[in-house]
């Protein structure tokens, strides 16, 4: 009965031992489970911290991007304002360019005119001077007139001065001859008077040659003084037209960079943003996932 008894003891402490056994295996089991899920839980941390960084990063980027674009949009206001300054200047030389066209086109008139003042004077002076020539002729013929009458005076006083010393009767012929005396007095004084006159004259129109030649001197440098104005006007309108077609063309240049900064650089960092905020998008959606996913993990360690 006693070995009964003991036989019934070791039985009981066997089953003891075998429960044990398994309470041991079962909790190791879930140990092994256990590790597994930290192991899983810790792989979802690491996940979802390196998801973060990569967050991180892109908002880091996108404000980088939106910062470089802010910059270039600036330097794009700064292009369009320089733009609008170079039109301004643009306008200023068209400007100019007209207002010099304006002087020049008063200086041709002014030219114009000079020429044909200066034409007119050397009519003149050509008409005077062969009025002189005309009268320098009369008043040689005038002089040879008054020489021929002087010696015809002179004879005819010759031969009245020996009809009174001759003898005879000779009263009418001596009349005769000095009424022809008289006669030949009154013609020199009146070729004195002419030559008198046509001197006079023709010292005044020495005076007007001189005055002509003066004037047609002065009306010359005019000319070539309005030639050198208008040369130095056409060298500014040739320097203003060059400087406008440079600048027009610096000004189509700087609207073409202007067009293709925002178009490219611009559009370019927009782009760049929309792809970084889909991989924001994506990234906080696999970031919540695997936060979701740890959570989980922590919830069943907890529960273990």
């Known amino acids: 009965r006693s070995s009964d008894l003991l036989q019934d003891t070791c039985q009981e402490q066997g ?6 056994k398994e309470q041991i295996k079962a909790t190791e089991e879930k140990l092994v489970s256990l590790n597994a899920l930290q192991v899983v839980k ?37 292009l369009a304002l320089m733009l609008q300054g170079r039109d301004e200047q643009l306008k200023t030389l068209e400007t100019n360019l007209e207002a010099i066209n304006e002087v020049k086109d008063t200086l041709e008139n002014e030219l114009q005119s000079l020429k044909k003042a200066l034409a007119q004077s050397t009519k003149e002076a050509v008409d005077v001077q062969q009025t002189m020539k005309e009268m320098k002729k009369t ?22 001065s020996e009809m009174i010393t001759s003898s005879g009767d000779s009263s009418a012929q001596l009349s005769k001859m000095n009424e022809e005396l008289q006669s030949k007095e009154r013609t020199i004084e009146e070729l004195q008077g002419l030559l008198s006159k046509e001197t006079e004259e023709v010292a005044s129109l020495q ?19 309005k030639h050198t104005d208008l040369k130095i006007m056409q060298e500014k309108i040739d320097a203003l037209e060059k400087q406008i077609q440079e600048t027009e063309n610096q000004n189509k240049e700087l609207a073409r960079i202007h067009k293709n900064h925002i178009s490219e650089v611009i559009g370019k960092h927009d782009l760049e943003i929309c792809v970084l905020k889909s991989t924001v ?20 360690i907890g529960r273990a």
């Open 15 to 20: 089953k003891v031992i075998d429960d044990f």
């Open 42 to 78: 810790s792989q979802a941390t690491e996940e979802a911290e390196k998801l973060r960084e990569k967050l991180e990063a892109a908002y880091m980027q996108i404000k980088n991007v939106e910062t470089e674009r802010n910059t270039q949009h600036i330097k794009a206001s700064d």
């Open 139 to 160: 008043i040689k013929e005038a002089e040879e007139k008054e020489k021929q009458l002087y010696a015809s005076k002179a004879k005819l006083e010759n031969q009245i």
């Open 207 to 225: 005076k007007s040659i001189e005055h002509l030649a003066c004037k047609e001197k002065q009306s010359q440098q005019d000319v070539l003084a």
């Open 281 to 300: 998008h994506d990234t906080e959606e696999m970031l919540r996932t695997a936060q979701e996913k740890s959570t989980n993990l922590g919830e069943k």
